[in-house]
């Protein structure tokens, strides 16, 4: 570590494996030296998640190469907000950060982290995936409506992932000038590698679960629970079949729904469902290159991990209307590289599907642009968005300095 190097400390409650790739990019950056702060080792070591209703451990986190301290030790604590780490104002003083990331603000561990921040005049980079597009109770709104602006205020940059994402931040007052847009890391060696070897693993699957190369086929990934909505994929190919459609839908994931999605798929009789179960994230990007399209019917989803991962591999996506991850600089593009259709609209989501279905240049023309936006949205998740940081920053104490 040098002295002259731009120090910047992240402070998260535990291993995310997505976003572990981009701490390793920026850990290769010259002059920068940064250094992860955990608050448990859920993840890293195996815990239970309730909505996979499993026992879950991330293989692919690759810690060993960017510097770290779980500040709570051997601990495998929930992340909840009570989550806290009282260490992390003494690892500060020594770490002695030029800007310090945070992820949200309702556990302890990052409020403490943001006072110590305001303390010492270091600036604060903010990162949420918050978004205005689901439903919430008025009351909710108002009383968040006056502590956010209040909170906000004292943030001095924000990491954005999307359209979405910033648009809710306005409504709380903050200036686009604070906007440094981000996107949402993935693995993207993983998924480099993968995008070159896609039409072997697109084989490999198809083969796999017996569908043919021309039939079309679709996936969501996602725990199984009730607001991923994966019965509205079922809904989808029943509706497809009354219409004389052939189409196979991938439902990748575990979860307490699973049970009831089977009984439902029982419905069909040509088309098929496939049930992966929990499939390992560094084997997901054989599934992306197997479908001709992405569909994700969530009713709550901030921003799609496995929409950015879909498009990297050249996928378009229709995705519900309450879903975080559509505008026009965003993953999904309208008529650009998907559709949009209001959420539980079964039939209009089968009329998006069809266009797809029936318009082989149209899916290609989809795929390219998803692929071109997602090489250059990863570009940005995993060093340009650093370098912006970086710039404005020292642009801040220059100004200082001559004041």
């Not at 994931?253 to 469902?273: C, F, I, M, R, Y």
């Not at 997602?374 to 200082?400: C, G, P, T, Y």
Request: aromatic share 12%.
């Amino acid at each position: 570590m040098s002295n002259n190097n731009f120090r910047v400390a992240i402070i998260v409650s535990h291993p995310i494996q997505h976003f572990c790739p981009q701490y390793i990019s920026f850990t290769k950056m010259k002059d920068v030296d940064v250094k992860l702060f955990f608050a448990s080792m859920l993840g890293y070591k195996k815990y239970v998640d309730k909505n996979f209703g499993q026992e879950i451990s991330w293989n692919n986190l690759r810690l060993e190469e960017f510097d770290h301290k779980f500040l709570n030790g051997e601990q495998v604590l929930p992340s909840t907000k009570e989550l806290d780490a009282p260490s992390i104002t003494e690892e500060l003083d020594s770490f002695n950060p030029d800007a310090i990331i945070t992820y949200g603000h309702f556990q302890k561990v990052q409020r403490r982290a943001h006072k110590w921040a305001k303390t010492n005049n270091v600036p604060i980079v903010y990162i949420t995936d918050s978004e205005n597009r689901q439903r919430r109770k008025w009351y909710k709104l108002l009383a968040k409506f006056f502590l956010l602006r209040l909170y906000y205020n004292k943030v001095n940059y924000f990491f954005t992932v999307g359209d979405a994402n910033e648009a809710y931040f306005k409504l709380y007052g903050v200036p686009e000038k604070k906007f440094i847009r981000m996107h949402y890391p993935i693995d993207v060696d993983v998924y480099a590698d993968a995008y070159q070897d896609k039409a072997a693993l697109r084989r490999m699957i198809r083969e796999q679960y017996g569908i043919p190369e021309n039939d079309f086929a679709i996936a969501v990934v996602g725990k199984l629970v009730t607001w991923k909505n994966q019965e509205h994929l079922i809904d989808l190919l029943i509706d497809l079949e009354s219409k004389g459609h052939k189409a196979h839908a991938f439902i990748l994931g575990s979860g307490k729904t699973l049970d009831g999605l089977k009984q439902k798929a029982e419905q069909l009789k040509v088309n098929k469902v496939h049930f992966t179960g929990f499939v390992d994230p560094l084997e997901l990007p054989a599934y992306y290159a197997a479908i001709d399209a992405y569909v994700h019917p969530a009713s709550i989803e901030p921003h799609s991990l496995a929409i950015s991962e879909a498009i990297y591999m050249g996928c378009p996506v229709i995705l519900s209307s309450t879903c975080g991850s559509y505008g026009d600089t965003d993953d999904v593009q309208i008529n650009k590289n998907g559709f949009v259709y209001n959420f539980g609209n079964i039939g209009e989501l089968s009329e998006k599907v069809v266009k797809l279905l029936n318009d082989q240049q149209l899916r290609q023309q989809f795929s390219n642009h998803s692929r071109k936006i997602s090489l250059k949205f990863q570009q940005r998740a995993h060093k340009e968005s650093m370098l912006d940081l970086i710039n404005k920053v020292n642009k801040l104490k220059r100004r200082s300095v001559s004041v």
